[in-house]
């Protein structure tokens, strides 16, 4: 929601290219409404939202990624009712949470 965002994390993909000439081609960030963007031809998502919204966000996840996406989750996960492929992880302090599509 915030194109300052963008620029700064296209910013860090260009720093990123650096060390990574491929990396371009595999990632994209958008600032687009994430119910209606098409996102079917992501082989991995990353999430930064409440697990109300994941838990919302859940039915166009199944729906528009193949089975075997992966999702990544920062800090919140899908609820109580949605279990992890694996034990969240903690990385420099921030709880990540990985599942697959589909995702149940």
Do not use: C, W
Request: proline share 8%; no cysteine.
């Amino acid at each position: 929601i915030d194109p300052v965002r963008i620029r700064e994390a296209n910013e860090n993909l260009k720093a990123a290219a650096a060390t990574d000439s491929t990396i371009t081609s595999r990632v994209r960030f958008l600032n687009q409404d994430l119910f209606t963007t098409d996102i079917s031809e992501a082989t991995v998502v990353t999430l930064y939202l409440l697990p109300s919204l994941n838990i919302k966000l859940l039915p166009t996840l199944n729906k528009m990624l193949k089975p075997g996406t992966r999702v990544v989750s920062h800090a919140f996960d899908m609820g109580p009712e949605i279990k992890p492929d694996m034990e969240p992880v903690n990385v420099n302090g921030r709880t990540v949470y990985f599942y697959t599509v589909p995702i149940n």
